[in-house]
């Protein structure tokens, strides 16, 4: 689509980096990016050193393998070690430790791990391998949980019954209001996840504006996107009033896509889920319905007792915004990507993955 | 989070797709947008496509900045 | 395995010294440096768009050779055969290793064939150890690492990651591209028989031009700036990194070198690139900017500048 390049045009975006510049910011301003798929093209186009010193930007809890919490890795490694199962993952979350080990070291131990690009390649394997029981590990917000959900029902309807999903999928908006909601979390201005509301619409978001006074924003994934939506935002703030706005229309309609939402509403039902840094949190999860239970993969085998956070990382903390990776003295000497400590520095995602990859050394 | 990126879909078959971009061609799956047509732009993540792109949409934005003085061009 | 070597191999290998069939070949004695080099190859598959295994095992070695200033000149082959391999298959890839060795000016000498009980190694394992003589042409220049030194790419990054990933995943993809490996002599012959000013030379291999340009970074104590804007990537390489999340400056090259030319020649260099088959696609992709500290940064698209860290672990796509 030749309209896309201008998204990526340099001119363009430092004309809007400059105009950003002459807004009369009265105080410092902190913006929230809550997806993590910003905070990586933030920190790739190096767009922080085109923003003037006013503007803090700091990333939220929006990466799914950053808060998929290590007993649910555990857990998987207990499946995956059951005879005859093949557990298929996304390629995310290969490498973040559990307790002992990674669902890499499990398929090095023997485990039949297996990466697929697409929740239904695990269904497919499903149909093909009749003989062995598949379980696809369901990571992911509400843009990737629909994708799971058309899966499953093709599973459901085709009465595979070696089909399994381990659900771990998580939504936004009751983890943002925990998240906003606390004191220490002094957030002006969000930049909100363009491919989640693609799904949900904005709707799901308007309490954040009307109700906790902060300015928001939908942004695709382009600099000239992440650009416009901080300049909205911005304005919003310098104006006094809050809003949530839209400037990702190429991709998200107000109303979001009702027929996923209808296909996730007929498969999972809310859910508390544990998201790392958050701790609990109610209604911020789905699951599959109780009549789907027979392809519910939770059930084949407890989860094992023997979780245990790593001494020191501080993963949590730099999801609710309040530490630098810099800050964790983990950070680049005990947890670097080849040997990662916390999830934070596994995702391509993740704030620890990103300062450590991108960050110019002596900004560090 | 959510890695989707636009291509165009080239044929569909039911449900299945193939959608193609500068010469890479993917499967697809259209369950999530039974209403896109051949030679729509879908967004597509983990296999399936989310939504259709609205080129209208593309450039309206960027005339929008234009029109705001955000854009010398 | 006489009948394999009689009938498969030495009528391939065209050399006079290995149809001697001795133990070891004479190579006589020669006034330029020796220099040896030895890899093994397991890629699976065996075979992908573009190549197979045997072009790469001449391919790869040689152009290790290339990279050190050297003229290749003999292989040694050696290959370990999962029993039950089918004869055309192996036939295949013995043709494919001739016609690449032929391509790049090299003899095969001497070499080793076992065969092994079923499921002791993946259909197909070759080794290829090779000499070469140097300098060729004018080698490699003394001179040390210079501010405004130009770092060049003979081509495209990261076609042959891309074909071998087709060919691996079960995620339905096609595209029109293919690996690039291939030995490199033509071109590397073009450069230093009409240049003098080639300081280093590396094939961006696994872990492509990131892990290249971190090693020389490292190894030099130099600082690197790359222009995000001047990376030669085949559309179709660009498409499937933005759909799986790869960056094109992690994936495997197997038909590349990176130069690092004197900054009076680069255009010189890079014009003679241009010339050859294999650097249609050169560019100039960033300069030293100091000898006072080791690193690489790239100025992306937008102006801004960031650090370019060597890739770790495994490619994994993802959908994050």
Redesign the interface.
């Known amino acids: 689509m030749k309209a896309l390049a201008a998204y990526r045009d340099r001119d363009r975006i430092l004309s809007v980096a400059s105009q950003i510049r002459t807004l009369p910011m009265p105080r410092a301003i902190r913006l929230m990016e809550v997806c993590g798929g910003h905070t990586a093209a933030i920190y790739r186009y190096g767009l922080r050193q085109l923003l003037p010193a006013p503007i803090d930007l700091v990333s939220g809890p929006g990466c799914p393998v950053c808060v998929t919490p290590t007993a649910y890795v555990d857990h998987a490694i207990a499946i995956a070690a059951l005879p005859n199962v093949t557990v298929t993952t996304f390629g995310d979350l290969l490498r973040v430790p559990g307790t002992q080990k990674s669902l890499n070291h499990a398929g090095a131990d023997g485990c039949d791990v297996r990466v697929v690009y697409s929740p239904a390649d695990a269904v497919e394997l499903a149909r093909s391998h009749s003989n062995r029981i598949i379980v696809f590990l369901g990571i992911g917000f509400e843009t990737s949980a629909c994708t799971i959900a058309a899966a499953t029902r093709d599973a459901v309807r085709d009465k595979l019954m070696n089909f399994k999903l381990f659900s771990a999928i998580k939504t936004m908006p009751r983890a943002l209001s925990t998240l906003l909601s606390n004191p220490e979390t002094r957030v002006d201005g969000l930049i909100l996840p363009g491919h989640v509301t693609a799904i949900t619409g904005t709707a799901p978001y308007e309490f954040i504006a009307c109700d906790l006074g902060i300015a928001c924003c939908v942004s695709g994934f382009e600099p000239l996107d992440l650009l416009q939506s901080i300049y909205s935002v911005t304005t919003q703030i310098v104006a006094g009033r809050p809003q949530v706005l839209n400037s990702y229309r190429r991709a998200v309609r107000d109303n979001g896509n009702a027929l996923a939402r209808e296909i996730m509403n007929e498969m999972f039902e809310p859910c508390a889920m544990t998201w790392r840094g958050l701790g609990e949190v109610p209604a911020s999860g789905l699951r599959l319905k109780p009549e789907f239970a027979e392809w519910d993969a939770a059930s084949l085998i407890n989860a094992p007792a023997t979780t245990r956070e790593h001494p020191g990382c501080r993963c949590g903390a730099v999801l609710r915004g309040e530490c630098h990776p810099t800050e964790c003295r983990l950070f680049g000497k005990s947890c670097t990507p080849e040997s990662p400590i916390g999830a934070c520095m596994v995702s391509s995602e993740g704030a620890c993955a990103a300062v450590y990859h991108y960050q110019l050394a002596d900004a560090i | 989070?959510?890695?989707?990126?636009?291509?165009?879909l080239i044929s569909c078959d039911g449900a299945q797709g193939t959608a193609e971009?500068?010469?890479?061609?993917?499967?697809v799956?259209l369950?999530?947008?039974?209403n896109a047509q051949i030679g729509d732009?879908v967004?597509?993540?983990?296999?399936?496509a989310?939504?259709i792109?609205?080129?209208d949409?593309?450039?309206?934005?960027?005339a929008v900045?234009s029109d705001?003085?955000?854009?010398?061009? | 395995m006489r009948d394999l070597i009689h009938k498969i191999l030495a009528p391939r290998y065209g050399s006079t010294e290995l149809h001697k069939l001795q133990d070891g070949a004479l190579l006589g004695a020669h006034a330029r440096e020796i220099i040896f080099t030895t890899d093994s190859y397991v890629v699976q598959p065996l075979h992908f768009p573009g190549g197979d295994i045997g072009t790469l095992a001449v391919s790869g070695t040689v152009n290790d050779l290339l990279v050190m200033g050297a003229e290749p000149r003999w292989l040694s082959v050696g290959m370990i055969i999962e029993e039950g391999l089918q004869m055309a298959v192996l036939e295949m890839i013995v043709d494919s290793i001739a016609r690449t060795a032929a391509l790049a000016g090299v003899e095969i000498v001497t070499g080793d064939t076992k065969v092994v009980p079923r499921g002791r190694c993946d259909g197909l394992y070759i080794n290829t150890s090779g000499i070469g003589l140097a300098p060729f042409h004018h080698g490699l220049s003394s001179e040390s690492v210079a501010i405004g030194d130009a770092v060049i790419i003979s081509g495209t990054l990261g076609d042959h990651a891309v074909a071998i990933l087709g060919s691996r995943m079960d995620m339905k993809y096609s595209h029109d591209g293919k690996s690039d490996c291939a030995p490199l002599t033509a071109m590397v012959s073009a450069v230093l028989r009409q240049h003098r000013d080639v300081k280093w030379m590396r094939d961006p291999t696994r872990g492509g031009l990131a892990a290249c340009l971190d090693e020389f970074a490292t190894s030099k104590n130099c600082a690197v700036l790359v222009q995000e804007q001047q990376l030669p990537v085949a559309p179709s390489t660009h498409a499937l990194c933005e759909l799986l999340g790869f960056d094109p400056l992690h994936l495997a090259n197997e038909g590349k070198i990176m130069f690092l030319v004197a900054s009076r020649s680069a255009d010189a260099v890079l014009a003679t690139l241009r010339t050859t088959e294999h650097g249609a696609n050169a560019a100039v992709i960033g300069t030293i900017t100091s000898l006072a500290k080791a690193g690489v940064t790239i100025e992306t698209l937008t102006g801004a500048s960031r650090r370019l860290s060597r890739p770790t672990g495994e490619l994994l796509p993802r959908i994050c």
């Open positions: 989070m959510c890695l989707a990126i636009p291509m165009k971009n500068a010469g890479l061609r993917v499967n799956m369950t999530l947008v039974p732009f967004l597509i993540h983990a296999g399936y989310l939504t792109i609205d080129e949409e593309a450039l309206d934005s960027l900045l705001l003085g955000m854009l010398k061009e």
